[in-house]
């Protein structure tokens, strides 16, 4: 199974600029950015399909955030810029994804792989 590793969480200001980095340890065909605030419900956020370059964006973050792709390096990137407050969450990567309409969802069990999440923190 596929190994996830992401990294790049920080604390930022807001209106600041962060590039999240996810690393699978093989060959991935779609890979997604998730989010999980405090007392909130996951909420997936990009993700990118290997084969085509195909992205999704949620409403959320269209406009501020920038998924892309090194296949050489086996990274998926998570660019986000004028970050807010609300931005704030540990943010995780996982492979396989699905989008139904407007929600994208992660793999359940062993279906897939999740990363362990990185931190990012928004605040003055």
């Known amino acids: 199974q596929v190994q996830l590793v992401e990294s790049g969480g920080a604390l930022v200001q807001p209106g600041g600029s962060l590039r999240l980095s996810c690393t699978a340890s093989?060959?991935?065909?779609?890979i997604g950015w998730f989010r999980q605030a405090p007392g909130k419900e996951r909420e997936g956020v990009s993700c990118i399909s290997i084969p085509d370059d195909t992205t999704y964006y949620a409403d959320s973050v269209k406009g501020r955030f920038t998924i892309s792709r090194d296949n050489a390096k086996n990274t998926v990137y998570l660019q986000m810029n004028n970050l807010e407050p609300e931005d704030t969450a540990v943010y995780y990567c996982a492979t396989p994804v699905t989008l139904v309409g407007s929600t994208l969802y992660g793999p359940h069990g062993d279906l897939g792989s999740w990363g362990k999440g990185t931190l990012v923190n928004v605040s003055s």
């Open positions: 093989g060959l991935t065909y779609s």
